[in-house]
């Protein structure tokens, strides 16, 4: 592996890829790119939510690979993907082949589901039904086993408080370096 990968999270919404990356990457002396803000960067709209409205969600997902390709040829830094992200054309093939350290942080539905009630869903539109809170056993089932083929590590976030899964997770970053 390179000596200074990128450490990209992987993970279902509510897992904390974004409120975790930003630690991490100050914590690492690193930048920090939320892919689902660069893809609304670059498409000039602003959110997931809105792109998928307009474009829907087969465009959504051909951009964000696009946008994972142009983040992954940045200097190395922490990239948190959207959750659906190793769906998108090409992701998972980016992912392994390119230096980079893939963390999947791992909650259970019940703990995301939880952690999606207490948190402001509005640009977090739904999948596969009518509610991004409902939806979660559903895209657990889908993406948990691809997740856990594509990811170097996983971080189980289940009982753990933010201080603890963010000195966790910068463990795993700094495993091999």
């Known amino acids: 592996m390179h000596p200074d990968p990128h450490i990209v999270l992987i993970g279902l919404r509510g897992s904390g890829k974004s409120t975790l990356g930003r630690m991490l990457g100050e914590q690492l002396g690193k930048p920090f790119t939320d892919l689902d803000e660069l893809v609304s960067e670059l498409m000039g709209l602003c959110g997931p939510g809105a792109i998928i409205d307009r474009h829907g969600i087969e465009r959504f997902r051909e951009e964000e690979s696009k946008a994972l390709a142009h983040a992954l040829e940045q200097p190395a830094g922490v990239l948190a993907l959207g959750g659906g992200t190793p769906t998108a054309p090409n992701a998972a093939e980016l992912l392994n082949d390119t230096r980079s350290r893939v963390i999947y942080l791992r909650g259970l539905p019940a703990t995301l589901c939880e952690r999606l009630r207490d948190a402001d869903n509005t640009d977090r539109p739904p999948l596969?039904?009518?509610?991004?809170?409902?939806?979660?056993?559903?895209?657990?089932?889908?993406?948990?086993?691809?997740?856990?083929?594509?990811?170097?590590?996983?971080?189980h976030i289940d009982g753990i408080s933010e201080h603890a899964a963010l000195t966790a997770l910068a463990a795993l970053a700094n495993a091999g370096v």
């Open 128 to 155: 596969v039904g009518d509610d991004p809170v409902a939806e979660v056993d559903t895209l657990f089932g889908q993406r948990d086993q691809m997740y856990q083929q594509i990811a170097e590590s996983v971080l």
